[in-house]
Nanobody
């Protein structure tokens, strides 16, 4: 089970840090990442990190502003979001995949989803 937290309301230009806690140690060996879904839009890839943390991949829309990291010792995935824009407003979902880091950028590459946390950026 994956549980997100840290969402909220922030002004444009501000920062938020999202957390995803895994309930089982199984997730240590999985690639993990973040997706988001804005109202009326499809769920889209935000970024992913390999199980060892050495490889990262980001959507072009968040490169240079968002940073993914993970702490295996406490089974937690992080998403640091800086320079937030109104278009970043969405429900953010934690995801994990057993088929590897490379495929996690697509919805088909996800095996486990969290329930999501709302991020709202006001202009």
């Amino acid at each position: 089970q994956l549980v997100e937290s840290g969402g909220g309301l922030v002004q444009a230009g501000g920062s938020l840090r999202l957390y995803c806690t895994a309930s089982e140690r199984t997730f240590i060996s999985l690639a993990m990442g973040w997706f988001r879904q804005a109202p009326g839009k499809e769920r889209e890839f935000v970024g992913a990190i390999s199980w060892g943390g050495s490889r990262l991949n980001y959507a072009d829309s968040v490169k240079g502003r968002f940073t993914i990291s993970r702490d295996i010792s406490n089974d937690t995935l992080y998403l640091q979001m800086n320079s937030l824009k109104p278009e970043d407003t969405a429900v953010y979902y934690c995801a994990a995949g057993s088929r590897g880091f490379t495929v996690l950028k697509s919805l088909d590459g996800v095996d486990y989803w969290g329930k999501g946390t709302q991020v709202t950026v006001s202009s």
